[in-house]
């Protein structure tokens, strides 16, 4: 591992990230020891941020050439340069890697962790039939009329936006509406990046 450089009014403490046998070392005031991420193989680097845009280890992999970052901010910023210079096609792959709100991966319970907890708590996990039957009605068509799904940073959304956004949004063209989407999922990285290196701060956009 490398030196780690710390500031100096503050005292390092040991942060378990389970299930990876690293201990990130931050600061009281909660700033990630970045040499510590700086020191990480590639193939730990991807166990670590690999999912960071939900099944997309490839993004991980790709910005680990990067290294050293100056900080979480700058990790975030590689990721989103890298997505931005995709081709259309690309990111609308990202999209299509993302599952359904309240579809068929929360029903068989084969959502990742990160999605799990995301649906959880905007209450897709809690809805009656009649709203799960809406949400499959509004995905589907949704689906239809761009080739992906309906992506929206679950963690900054309770279901009635969920469900306005749905509908409002399926009135875009599809180059604003996969723009739209990719801001999404910009957003669900960001709070997925902190909450692996920073998991006791709160967090807003
Ligand atoms: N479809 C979609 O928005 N999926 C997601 N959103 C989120 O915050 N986590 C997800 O898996």
Request: net charge negative; proline share 8%; hydrophobic share 50%.
């Given at each position: 591992m490398g030196t780690v450089v710390a500031p100096v009014d503050v005292d390092?403490?040991?942060?378990?990230?389970?299930?990876?046998?690293?201990?990130l070392q931050r600061t009281r005031a909660g700033a990630m020891d970045i040499n510590v991420v700086n020191a990480l193989t590639y193939e730990d680097f991807v166990k670590l941020f690999g999912n960071v845009v939900e099944k997309c280890p490839l993004i991980s992999a790709a910005i680990w050439s990067h290294r050293p970052f100056k900080d979480l901010a700058d990790i975030e910023a590689h990721i989103t340069e890298f997505i931005l210079s995709l081709p259309d096609s690309g990111k609308e792959g990202i999209l299509r890697c993302h599952p359904d709100l309240a579809g068929r991966d929360l029903q068989s319970g084969t959502l990742t962790r990160e999605s799990q907890e995301e649906q959880s708590q905007a209450g897709m996990t809690t809805l009656d039939s009649a709203e799960v039957l809406q949400m499959y009605r509004l995905n589907s068509e949704y689906k239809e009329r761009f080739g992906f799904p309906f992506v929206i940073c679950a963690r900054l959304n309770k279901k009635a936006d969920i469900v306005g956004q749905l509908s409002e949004r399926l009135k875009n063209d599809r180059a604003a509406e996969r723009e739209r989407a990719i801001e999404e999922v910009k957003k669900i990285c960001r709070l997925r990046?902190?909450?692996?290196?920073?998991?006791?701060?709160?967090?807003?956009?």
């Open positions: 390092l403490v040991q942060y378990w990230i389970l299930p990876f046998p690293y201990s990046l902190r909450s692996i290196v920073l998991s006791d701060i709160q967090t807003e956009l």
